[in-house]
């Protein structure tokens, strides 16, 4: 998969991995928004769709191979439905955690980086993005 990205993409690249790889214990209430931002697909909350494509799929690749991801198979996994659905649901934490600032909701904290804490609900429909959630972050 080839991505070509611009030089503020590639410095705030380099910046996620650091910061991913330094804060890995981190929840969702300790990542900053100029993260939050840029991790978050474009328009995902009006169109609730992901495109593996793009600097979000990248720094998620990055996250799935921080979670000790035998290098081996991680070709094949990110070809996979459960892949597809890990990062829907990075995506709608994301979109969450922005919405929560936004309208000053509070939402419970959850490790984002701990991609086996991910619950896998069905796709969701539109309106139901901090039940969804709930739902991905019950632990």
């Known amino acids: 998969m080839a ?6 993409e590639y410095k705030l690249i380099l910046w996620s991995f650091d910061y991913i790889r330094d804060n890995f214990d ?3 209430d300790q990542l900053p928004d100029i993260l939050v931002k840029f991790w978050t697909v474009p328009d995902f909350l009006t169109r ?4 593996n494509k793009g ?3 990248f720094i998620f690749m990055f996250i799935v191979r921080m979670n000790r991801w035998p290098e ?21 934490i ?18 984002i980086f701990d991609l086996e804490k991910y619950s896998l609900p069905g796709l969701c429909e539109e ?11 019950r632990n």
């Open 3 to 8: 991505i070509n990205f611009t030089s503020s």
């Open 26 to 28: 981190i929840t969702t």
């Open 48 to 51: 609730l769709q992901c495109e």
């Open 55 to 57: 600097v979000q799929i």
């Open 72 to 92: 081996e198979e991680m070709e094949e996994f990110i070809k996979s439905f459960q892949f597809s659905q890990l990062f829907y649901c990075f995506q709608v």
């Open 94 to 111: 994301l979109a969450a955690i922005s919405y929560s600032r936004e309208k000053n909701i509070p939402i419970p904290p959850f490790p």
């Open 127 to 137: 309106g139901q993005l901090l039940e969804y959630y709930e739902l991905i972050t």
